[in-house]
């Protein structure tokens, strides 16, 4: 019966859901964000901040962070003898790229079909990670509409998670009571697939590196000195070169790259698919797929500084530089990886050129503990809510908070989970997120809230201890 009247109480909520989705889609909340301001982030925080007040969540607060975004807080204690659980998200988006390649405007919520032929709804930050704060505050009304909420809560909704987020990790640093909690649910990953509910057990670190080669000081003209005068973007392209073989693995000098993924299996024929490979193009790897995603060091070209093809002249370049993103595996530290990776781009230079390599901020690789009773009470509201086996999968995206919450918080269950899958396109135009996903993500969080309030369950029991 507490079963079909929560299920009920969130398919009733969809509408509602939908409502706030668009209205939080609407905010170009990009961080630091020249082409947008700081306005729409600051009104988006104050957007969340009333909506979870509204949804039940007591002693919310907005905090202005140390690298400028606001984080939203909020804290409901818990009953004596119930657990308390924080719910995670962020609300700051990446940039929507380029307009022409979006089928409708980034920053309205429009609903059409996807290529499964099923209802999407289509925006910037719909998945990521906007669709996972709507995903809490659906849970959190569903519960207070039948059984009422009978655990602590506390709440972290970020402002700053795709720029690294510096500021949210210091103030969890300086603030660790935020923290306290016995189940921590990140919302900001989702399903290997569509109807499959999964929870993320590894995500990979990351450190960005910008490398900049230098072989004169001005540009040539490529008939009067092309053949002998060195190439900076021709010694550049030689150079990226050095970081893959010929199979496509990465190859940094002193970088281990023969992982194995040991969890659930990535299918070449859906892997494709997800990821719109062309028909004869190869995947990248001597691996399984989920070796390459989840296990090894990846390393990506994402920006090249030269000039663009429309507007080239015939020149020899003096300067080129590109920004790489390496991602690695639970298990290595992204600052000692980015090292060696400098230290490959330096001694790999083709024909003399200087090279200068600047490190960007890291973020720190995560392993989830598992056997816990949090995760326990949250394999069976899962399984309830789809109807189907929970499986474990990596995530190549970085949550770098994950790390801070553990020193905070050591003896915290941190589980991952969200609304996004690979139909979602985060990060690219046309992100999506499909409202089934939605609301079965919201339906399990609530029969999570729901059972873990329950007197005898093994999370209440420890709570309480």
């Not at 000081?217 to 009067?224: N, P």
């Not at 010694?235 to 040991?262: E, F, K, M, Y």
Request: charge should be negative; hydrophobic fraction near 45%; aromatic fraction near 4%.
């Amino acid at each position: 019966m507490e079963t079909a009247a929560v299920r009920e109480a969130v398919s009733g909520l969809m509408a509602t859901a939908r409502d706030r989705l668009a209205a939080l889609v609407a905010y170009p909340s990009v961080h630091d964000s020249a082409e947008f301001g700081p306005r729409p982030a600051t009104d988006a925080a104050t957007w969340v901040a009333g909506a979870f007040a509204d949804a039940g969540v007591e002693n919310v607060e907005r905090i202005l962070t140390s690298d400028g975004s606001v984080a939203v807080l909020g804290h409901t204690p818990a009953p004596p003898g119930r657990p308390t659980v924080l719910l995670y998200s962020h609300y700051d988006v990446q940039p929507p790229g380029p307009a022409d390649e979006w089928a409708s405007d980034a920053f309205t919520l429009t609903t059409r079909r996807g290529p499964d032929g099923a209802e999407r709804w289509y925006g910037r930050g719909s998945a990521d990670c906007k669709g996972n704060v709507v995903a809490h505050l659906t849970a959190l009304d569903a519960v207070r509409a039948t059984s009422g909420l009978g655990v602590g809560v506390r709440l972290i909704v970020e402002g700053s998670e795709e720029a690294g987020g510096e500021g949210l990790e210091h103030l969890v640093a300086e603030r660790p009571d935020i923290a306290q909690a016995d189940l921590i649910l990140i919302g900001d990953t989702g399903n290997v697939e569509v109807g499959v509910p999964t929870l993320t057990t590894a995500l990979r670190g990351v450190v960005n590196i910008e490398v900049a080669v230098s072989t004169g000081t001005t540009a040539l003209h490529s008939g009067m000195f092309g053949g002998a005068a060195p190439d900076a973007l021709a010694s550049l392209v030689a150079l990226l070169a050095t970081l893959r073989d010929a199979n496509g693995n990465t190859t940094i000098d002193g970088l281990d790259a023969s992982g194995r993924w040991t969890g659930a299996a990535y299918d070449d024929a859906r892997f494709r698919a997800d990821a719109q490979v062309h028909e004869g193009t190869s995947v990248l790897g001597s691996g399984t797929i989920a070796d390459q995603l989840w296990a090894r060091p990846a390393v990506t070209v994402i920006g090249l500084d030269a000039p663009a093809t429309a507007t080239a002249a015939a020149a020899i370049q003096p300067r080129a530089a590109a920004l790489l993103n390496l991602r690695v595996p639970p298990g290595v530290d992204p600052r000692a990886a980015g090292d060696l990776l400098a230290e490959h781009l330096r001694a790999h230079a083709p024909w003399g050129a200087h090279v200068t390599v600047t490190e960007e901020a890291a973020g720190e690789p995560f392993a989830a503990a598992t056997d816990g009773p949090g995760y326990g009470a949250l394999r069976e509201a899962l399984a309830e809510a789809f109807g189907a086996d929970v499986v474990t999968s990596g995530q190549g995206g970085s949550i770098p908070l994950c790390t801070a919450l553990r020193t905070a918080a050591p003896h915290a269950e941190i589980a991952l989970l969200g609304v996004e899958e690979p139909r979602c396109r985060i990060h690219a135009p046309n992100e999506s997120v499909d409202p089934r996903e939605l609301e079965r993500i919201a339906l399990a969080e609530a029969l999570l809230l729901t059972r873990l309030a329950e007197p005898g369950t093994a999370e209440t029991e420890r709570a309480g201890a």
